[in-house]
């Protein structure tokens, strides 16, 4: 079984971006230049509460999703919670929100807050940077909407070396929340520094996080199924160029990294170190997997591969076990 082919397409691309519309530095115009001049295949503009309608007159070969950033401030918490919702398309973000205006919500509870987004349908529906939210591991499992989780947040490593939310991924996952994980800039290019001026430099400086996506081809419809459905790698960086299940085994490819690394329920099951690796597998046989239906019940919750270049930039696949239980 091919889940992520080597000789088919991938499309980059970010969830997480904002422009002038909130509390980004540059236009969406000018944000889709800047992405589609890194050779991006994709974007969501997410910017904080407020959708931007008539994207198509925005695109610019490249395929912009439609997002946004929501704020949620519950009664019991000091800071808010951000949850970017991206939809299929305007006409299915037009059942739940009209017009531009901005908007926050004031719940009192994560019920009330479920009760929001969980009848949203067609729409990846992820927590945001969870470190910088300071959001404990528990009160992941509370946000039963969920569809994802930024595993990386790159605009919060680069204001506060907190972007690797890796065991907040880990744990909702050993909890049984299948959740996709997601890499994204969190675009704003702004510094602290108020008087630098913005500059190529800069704005590189700020992109750093992406997915990219296999689909059938490339238009917006089937770039934002295969994420719906996983058909991805989440990265800082580094290639994941094929990933299959042939004759009991989990086998990858990659570009050049220093580390490959697969994990299951908290253990690293197999660690490879070199200089140049590009390719490794792992025996299934001995793992202990659930599988519902077939008279057996493991306890394998979650199975991933992260992979560490020689900058330490990561890469990782997503769940593999609801694969391997079908």
């Not at 925005?58 to 929501?70: D, F, H, N, Q, Y």
């Not at 299915?92 to 987004?117: I, W």
């Not at 299951?264 to 046989?285: H, V």
Request: hydrophobic share 35%.
């Amino acid at each position: 079984m091919v889940i992520l082919d080597k000789n088919q397409p991938f499309f980059k691309g970010s969830t997480h971006t904002h422009t002038t519309f909130s509390d980004g530095r540059y236009t969406p115009k000018e944000v889709l230049k800047i992405y589609k001049d890194r050779g991006y295949d994709f974007l969501a503009i997410s910017d904080h509460n407020r959708f931007i309608s008539n994207f198509d007159a925005l695109i610019m070969e490249l395929i912009v999703l439609c997002g946004c950033e929501l704020t949620f401030y519950l009664s019991e918490r000091k800071l808010p919670i951000h949850i970017n919702v991206i939809f299929k398309d305007e006409k299915t973000r037009y059942r739940y929100f009209m017009g531009e205006a901005g908007f926050k919500y004031h719940v009192h509870s994560y019920e009330e807050l479920n009760e929001f987004l969980e009848p949203i349908e067609e729409a990846i529906i992820t927590l945001n940077h969870p470190r910088t939210s300071y959001i404990n591991y528990d009160d992941i499992l509370k946000l039963t909407a969920l569809t994802s989780i930024e595993v990386y947040n790159h605009g919060s490593c680069i204001r506060a070396n907190n972007g690797v939310a890796l065991s907040h991924y880990t744990y909702a996952l050993a909890k049984g929340c299948n959740l996709l994980a997601i890499s994204a800039d969190d675009f704003h290019a702004k510094e602290k520094v108020k008087y630098i001026k913005p500059s190529i430099e800069l704005v590189d400086r700020h992109i750093g996080g992406f997915i990219s996506v296999q689909a059938d081809d490339s238009t917006k419809n089937k770039i934002f199924s295969s994420i719906q459905n996983g058909r991805y790698y989440a990265s800082m960086g580094p290639e994941i160029r094929h990933l299959e299940i042939i004759n009991g085994e989990i086998y990858m490819e990659c570009s050049s990294v220093s580390y490959i690394r697969f994990y299951a329920n908290k253990d690293l099951l197999k660690i490879e170190r070199g200089d140049n690796l590009t390719s490794s597998s792992i025996d299934l046989a001995p793992i202990d997997f659930l599988v519902e239906g077939k008279g057996f019940i493991g306890k394998t919750q979650y199975l991933f591969i992260e992979i560490e270049d020689a900058e330490g930039k990561l890469a990782w696949t997503n769940n593999l076990v609801p694969i391997l239980q079908k």
